[in-house]
C-alpha cells in the first residue's frame, strides 16, 4: 500500500496567491515525522518543513504552513504569497517511529508552476 | 565547506562496468542513506547506514554495493552497471529525527 501519495501531478497559481499542495499518510506508527522538500529545476533536495506526530501547533517557516490533520492523515503544504521562485516539484515525506535512524518515505511529488 | 558533497556530479558509464558514487559530509551525523529518483517514482532508498561499519538494505538494494569506513564518507558501487540503474542518486544524512538533509545529487547515464 502506498504510504505518501499526493494526488496532484500539477498545479498552477499566480504571482502573490496562495496555493495548496495535498499530501495524504499511511501508517500504524503513533510517532512519526512528515517533511516536505522543494526541488527546483537544478536538481537539488531543499528542506522546507517538519510537522512531528505529536507535535499540537501546525508548522511554519516562513511564507510556508504545514496543515496537520491527524484524525485524517493529512499533511497538506499552504504557500502563501507565491513567488516565481516557487515554481519547482514539492515532495512529501514521512519517516515512522520518528527516530533519526529510519529512512523517509516520499511521495511522487508534485510540480507547481507560478506565473506572474 | 560544510555539509553534504557528491561526486562526480555527473557520469557516463557502458553496461557492465563498475561505478562508485561518493558521499561526504562534514557534521559527522550518524545515519547515511542512499537514494534513487525516477521519473514517477519519487525518491526510493537503496542503503543505509547507522555508522562506521553498520550499513543495511533499503527498498532497492539488487546490484548495489556499499560501504562505511568513516563516519564522514559513504560511497555507492554499482558492482556492473545495467542500463535500469540509470536514475538521479541522493545521498542524505540525518542528525535528530527532525531532518534529513541531501547531497547535490549524480546524475548517472548507462549506455
Known amino acids: 500500500a502506498q504510504k505518501i501519495t499526493q494526488t496532484q501531478p500539477g498545479m498552477f497559481v499566480q504571482e502573490k496567491e496562495a496555493v495548496t499542495l495535498d499530501c495524504t499518510y499511511d501508517?500504524?506508527?503513533?510517532?512519526?515525522?512528515l517533511f516536505w522538500y522543494k526541488q527546483p529545476s537544478s536538481g537539488e533536495m531543499i528542506f522546507l518543513i517538519y510537522q512531528g506526530s505529536y507535535d499540537q501547533q501546525n508548522a511554519t517557516e516562513g511564507r510556508y504552513s504545514l496543515n496537520f490533520q491527524k484524525a485524517r492523515k493529512s499533511a497538506n503544504l499552504v504557500i502563501s504569497a507565491s513567488q516565481l521562485g516557487d515554481s519547482a516539484m514539492y515532495f512529501c515525506?514521512?519517516?515512522?517511529?520518528?527516530?533519526?535512524?529510519?529512512?523517509?518515505?516520499f511521495g511522487k511529488g508534485t510540480t507547481l508552476s507560478v506565473s506572474s | 565547506d560544510a555539509g553534504i558533497t557528491q561526486s562526480p556530479r555527473y557520469k557516463i558509464t557502458e553496461t557492465g562496468r563498475q561505478v562508485t558514487l561518493m558521499c561526504h559530509q562534514t557534521w559527522s551525523h550518524s545515519y547515511m542513506f542512499w537514494y534513487r529518483q525516477d521519473l514517477g517514482h519519487g525518491l526510493r532508498l537503496i542503503y543505509y547506514s547507522a555508522a562506521a561499519d553498520i550499513t543495511d538494505k533499503g527498498e532497492v538494494p539488487d546490484g548495489y554495493v556499499v560501504s562505511r569506513s568513516k563516519t564522514e564518507n559513504f560511497p555507492l558501487t554499482l558492482e556492473s552497471a545495467t542500463r535500469s540503474q540509470t536514475s538521479v542518486y541522493f545521498c542524505?544524512?540525518?542528525?535528530?529525527?527532525?531532518?534529513?538533509?541531501f547531497g547535490p545529487g549524480t546524475r548517472l547515464t548507462v549506455t
Open positions: 501508517t500504524s506508527d503513533p510517532s512519526y515525522g
Open positions: 542524505a544524512s540525518t542528525g535528530s529525527p527532525y531532518e534529513q538533509y
Open positions: 515525506a514521512m519517516r515512522e517511529t520518528n527516530q533519526a535512524g529510519t529512512a523517509l518515505i
